[in-house]
């Protein structure tokens, strides 16, 4: 059973962390966690990891005989998609004496709980784990909470609390390989494994810890499978077809691989294949380019976070510039930095507020700044495929620049993807009267960037990657063909 977020995101394991980035590697802050007769900060001392911190929770007032205090994060929702799934959270406890602990997962609509307590010995890094909260039926999207106890002997002492997961408890039966496993084993060790209770189906889990990597590796080998018509093949449907040697459905990872077979060596395509060749060469100073106007920025001199999910700033200065709905950066202000829409504008008060999950908060430092509608839609923009990885499909699929380069073909297949609208070729060649030589044409409304009467660089630059060898091409753009 995965219970590191890092097991969970690299081995892209089928259990989700239900807690944040911060709220786990606590890197910068606290995250989402509240303390009950406690205070909350940081520990850089005892890591696992550079990256990690642990979370030092100080008792504030002793009592008598017993020291009692808390930890709770923020709700948590989750989705339909969990129903019938179990919800359970681990956590590694130090503390330098003895101390009794208590972690609880708690659903609030339903109202339904679960707890386990366990007693930590001095010094030494302790595992615990709740018991499993079933996610009910009848609840489409839920609230759930996870709150850590300490009870004392010792008066008001400080614990560590590092690496918290709070998950799908049964993610494990979506291995794969792990069901195949099970099923050839003795009836005997299924019927005991399902008879445990706390955890449930031990086995199974321990032989998730090995096998969610032979998992993965079996489920890419079922995808890798090459399938005829008579195996399910559908030409129209990409779950049917490898991963491996399909080109319509190949993982770009080994797209490379692939393409050796067809005398292609793939590299990055030219400028104007994706929309970086619309943008300035690197992304400083942008804004500028975007709008020349100065950036409007106000000095915060106080803000709060009430821990419901509100944000209130004070501004130096009247906030004149500022509308509800506009979209601000904070910076400077730590726990409340990030890009938010402003819910209300008070010119009157210098106030602004916006929404922002959260503990309880509150700070004298940083500034609010407008950000430029143009700059938020660049900055969302997603370039993650921007026609490169359908563009070396077709590469390699029309095979071009491999053992069809030198054709009339490939001449036309190594500028067709760079063409609009109807992306008609004129192709035209005379070994009597023009010999040696091949000529091109495109329509100009057809042709980025295209003038009538002359030839388009961009895709003089493709033609000569795939012209006969010994041949000069000639390309013009054209009003009509």
């Known amino acids: 059973m995965a219970t590191s977020r890092e097991a969970l995101e690299d081995l892209d394991a089928p259990y989700t962390n239900f807690l944040g980035d911060e709220d786990y590697l606590f890197q910068p802050g606290t995250g989402s966690w ?17 990256t990690y911190r642990a979370l030092k929770i100080q008792a504030l007032t002793a009592g008598s005989p017993n020291t009692d205090f808390s930890v709770t994060h923020d709700a948590f929702v989750v989705g339909p998609e969990f129903i019938n799934d179990s919800i359970n959270a681990t956590v ?32 030494t890094w302790t595992v615990i784990r709740s018991d499993t909260l079933v996610v009910p039926t009848d609840v489409t999207n839920q609230t759930f909470r996870a709150t850590i106890l ?25 291995n794969l390989f792990l069901r195949e496993t099970i099923a050839q084993m003795p009836r005997f060790f299924i019927d005991a494994d399902s008879e ?41 449907d990409n779950e049917t077809k490898s991963t491996l040697v399909d080109i319509d459905a190949v993982d770009p990872e080994y797209m490379p691989w692939l393409a050796q077979f067809v005398g292609i060596k793939l590299e990055r395509l030219t400028a104007g294949t994706t929309p970086w060749g619309n943008l300035p060469p690197t992304w400083e100073g942008i804004h500028e380019d975007i709008d020349p106007a100065p950036d409007i920025t106000y000095t915060i001199s106080s803000i709060t976070r009430d821990g419901s999910g509100n944000v209130s700033a004070v501004v130096t200065a009247s906030p004149t510039e500022f509308s509800i709905g506009e979209t601000v950066t904070v910076e400077g202000a730590s726990t409340f930095n990030g890009q938010f829409e402003l819910t209300n504008v008070d010119t009157g008060t210098n106030t602004l507020e916006w929404s922002q999950d959260g503990a309880s908060a509150s700070g004298s430092v940083g500034t609010v700044t407008f950000v430029d509608s143009d700059w938020l839609e660049i900055e969302a923009y997603d370039v993650t495929d921007a026609n490169y990885i359908p563009t070396r499909r077709q590469l390699v699929e029309d095979r071009r620049t491999g053992h069809d380069a030198g054709t009339c073909k490939s001449l036309r297949d190594g500028i067709r993807y760079l063409l609009s609208d109807t992306q008609t070729i004129d192709t035209f060649a005379d070994p009597i009267q023009f010999p040696w030589q091949i000529f091109v044409k495109t329509l100009t409304a057809e042709t980025p960037g295209g003038v009538t009467g002359s ?24 009003d009509s063909l």
């Open 34 to 50: 509240s303390g009950t007769n406690a205070s909350l900060t940081t520990e850089s001392t005892r890591l696992y990891k550079g």
């Open 92 to 123: 590694n406890i130090f503390c330098t004496t003895p101390i009794e602990v208590a972690i609880r997962v708690q659903n609030s609509s339903p109202a339904s709980i679960t707890s386990a307590y366990y007693e930590v010995p001095a010094s």
């Open 150 to 174: 300490f009870r004392s002997l010792s008066g008001a002492v400080s614990v560590l609390m590092s690496h918290p997961v709070v998950k799908n408890a049964f993610g494990f039966t979506d």
């Open 196 to 236: 445990q209770e706390n955890p449930q189906y031990p086995m199974s889990r321990f032989m998730d810890v090995g096998l969610v990597y032979a998992g993965r590796a079996f489920g890419q080998a079922l995808d890798f499978r090459y399938r005829d018509t008579s195996e399910g093949y559908d030409d129209d």
């Open 455 to 478: 030839e388009s660089p961009l895709l003089m630059t493709e033609l000569r990657k795939v012209r006969p060898m010994g041949f000069i091409v000639y390309h013009e753009c054209v």
